[in-house]
């Protein structure tokens, strides 16, 4: 298979299996640490703010993400790959010490699942875009237009995302 015959697909699938290495990642290192003073310092990862300025603060910083996730394009893929992992790593180490502490399966589902089906499938398409750079300057056609228009979405996604953040799942 030739490289600019490479579908965006595999670029999605692989963001996919990045981040999923990543939650793994985080939830043996939460169960492999016996510290229970370190399980019980997790509550800093909570945002405090509801509403609007949640929102806003969760958009700007998911934005910026989205951005890192994507310049990659241009990098070679390289941040691509550790922004990817690196957030995948921080999730399942949420998830993990929340449990570990005792929170119930459900909670944490009604916690993650409103906003997490619009955030993360964003942050994955621009994962996705960031890790075309492994072939970006080998392809002909650098298909501009699919990666403007996949812009569009993620931004959509993640605006939807964080207002569903700052006003639903901030008070579950």
């Known amino acids: 298979m030739k490289i600019e015959n490479l579908k965006f697909q595999y670029f999605f699938w692989g963001a996919f299996f990045i981040f999923i290495t990543g939650v793994v990642s985080g939830i043996v290192v939460v169960y492999s640490m016996h510290d229970q003073d370190w399980l019980e310092s997790s509550e800093i990862l909570v945002n405090n703010k509801v509403g609007f300025e949640a929102s806003l603060g969760i958009f700007m910083r998911n934005i910026g993400v989205a951005v890192i996730l994507a310049s990659g394009l241009l990098l070679f893929g390289l941040p691509t790959l550790i922004v990817l992992f690196i957030n995948g790593l921080w999730i399942g180490t949420v998830i ?9 399966l459900a909670t944490l589902l009604l916690k993650l699942l409103p906003h997490g089906v619009f955030e993360l499938p964003a942050l994955l398409l621009a994962g996705a875009i960031g890790l075309k750079g492994f072939v970006f300057y080998y392809e002909p056609k650098k298909g501009w237009r699919l990666y403007f228009r996949l812009t569009g979405w993620i931004i959509l996604m993640l605006l939807v ?9 901030s008070v579950v």
């Open 161 to 169: 995302a964080a207002l569903i953040e700052g006003f639903v799942t």
């Open 96 to 104: 993990a010490s929340r449990l570990a502490e005792g929170v119930s």
